[in-house]
Antibody, heavy 120, light 112 residues
Framework: EVQLVETGGGLVQPGNSLKLSCATSGFTFSTAWMNWIRQTPGKRLEWLAQIEDKSNNYFISYLESVKGRFTISRDDSKSSVYLQMNNLKEEDTAIYYC???????????WGQGVMVTVSS | DVVLTQTPVAQPVTLGDQASISCRSSQSLVHSNGNTYLEWYLQKPGQSPQLLIYKVSNRFSGVPDRFIGSGSGSDFTLKISRVEPEDLGVYYCFQATHDPPTFGSGTKLEIK
């Protein structure tokens, strides 16, 4: 059974940092491209970042508005992907999902999501 | 950024009937490699989104053939025939042709 479990969310003050983790099992993580997607309180979905696999030199891409503040990384030995979020803003308040994709066939598996609230 | 406009915002439907959702893009979603990266996701109440359709018309593993994706260029449609209770929720289209990838704002399929 495929599982993606996000952890690390919570309440944080503006300007602070948070690191999200996503532990996976049930599929070949090392060849999967991994993504972070968030859903705002208004239910809007927003793709944030992607990290490709080793064969693609772990190529990384970001949504422009989070570039420089958010960093995606992965540890194939732990089948996990991470999102380091710095200088958080109130508009970063959302549910954060990690997802896998095979490159051209959609976000095939999603975690249950983790809530991040940025508020003073 | 590419804007995906979904209509209607809410689709009341009688169980057993057909439902249709439109997704129009602000520009063509045909990639330079000839593929069209338009996907459909369903978010059931209290759950994460789940993949239904990729590359316009390809059903993801386990998705019933009641779900039919179609369209080309900048105009796409998801049809759900014989709507069942488990089909209710919010449907999102998504494009991965242009950077950054973007989602539509969603269409809520609800009981009439």
């Amino acid at each position: 059974e495929v599982q993606l479990v996000e952890t690390g969310g919570g309440l944080v003050q503006p300007g602070n940092s948070l690191k999200l983790s996503c532990a996976t099992s049930g599929f070949t993580f090392s060849t999967a491209w991994m993504n972070w997607i968030r859903q705002t309180p208004g239910k809007r979905l927003e793709w944030l970042a992607q990290i490709e696999d080793k064969s693609n030199n772990y190529f990384i891409s970001y949504l422009e508005s989070v570039k420089g503040r958010f960093t995606i990384s992965r540890d194939d030995s732990k089948s996990s992907v991470y999102l380091q979020m710095n200088n958080l803003k109130e508009e970063d308040t959302a549910i954060y999902y990690c997802t896998s994709d095979s490159g051209e066939e959609g976000f095939d598996y999603w975690g249950q999501g983790v809530m991040v609230t940025v508020s003073s | 950024d590419v804007v995906l406009t979904q209509t209607p915002v809410a689709q009341p439907v009688t169980l057993g009937d057909q439902a249709s959702i439109s997704c129009r893009s602000s520009q063509s979603l045909v990639h330079s490699n000839g593929n069209t990266y338009l996907e459909w996701y369903l978010q059931k109440p209290g759950q994460s989104p789940q993949l239904l359709i990729y590359k316009v018309s390809n059903r993801f593993s386990g998705v019933p053939d009641r779900f039919i994706g179609s369209g080309s260029g900048s105009d796409f449609t998801l049809k759900i025939s014989r709507v069942e209770p488990e089909d209710l929720g919010v449907y999102y289209c998504f494009q991965a042709t242009h950077d950054p990838p973007t989602f539509g704002s969603g269409t809520k399929l609800e009981i009439k």
